[in-house]
């Protein structure tokens, strides 16, 4: 078990009953119940703007944004940039790693163009992450690097 998921929490978040945008937010708290913080602010700043439309919050929200507006610059960028521990790094290798085990077209296409596009634009970035990372993260950053024509 990492952070606060197991194997039969992968298994509940990936059914097929739920959507992508609840299977990303659901496994991104498990694993990083210390960003509580940046994810209260994440969901209150979409309320806030839910608010504004006379909306439900939820429908503001996809799996890009969880990816793109917390995990990137709140979990993933810092660990990478700052000394966080190889534990933090290790929790982001598993997470990716987990989310690709769902075997989501759509999610797997988020990840390649928001995380790692991003890993591959900063070579130090992906260096700190790649000892930890599992099979089939190293599979789909080797893919992205034959498509951009370059090695790392």
Do not use: C
């Amino acid at each position: 078990m990492i952070g606060d998921i197991n194997a039969e929490e992968v298994d509940r978040v990936g059914s097929e009953s739920k959507s992508d945008t609840d299977a990303v937010g659901d496994l991104l708290q498990g694993y990083f119940p210390d960003f509580r913080v940046a994810v209260e602010a994440f969901v209150r700043d979409h309320k806030d703007y839910a608010d504004g439309l006379n909306t439900d919050w939820r429908t503001t929200v996809d799996a890009w944004a969880w990816v793109s507006e917390l995990f990137i610059p709140e979990i993933l960028r810092p660990a990478l940039t700052e000394d966080r521990g190889d534990d933090l790094v290790q929790r982001i290798s598993s997470f990716l790693e987990d989310l690709l085990v769902l075997h989501r077209p759509s999610i797997d296409d988020l990840l390649r163009a928001r995380v790692i596009d991003h890993l591959l634009g900063y070579r130090e970035l992906w260096q700190k992450l790649r000892p930890a990372a599992g099979p089939l993260l190293l599979e789909l950053v080797s893919e992205q690097q034959q498509y951009y024509g370059r090695s790392l």
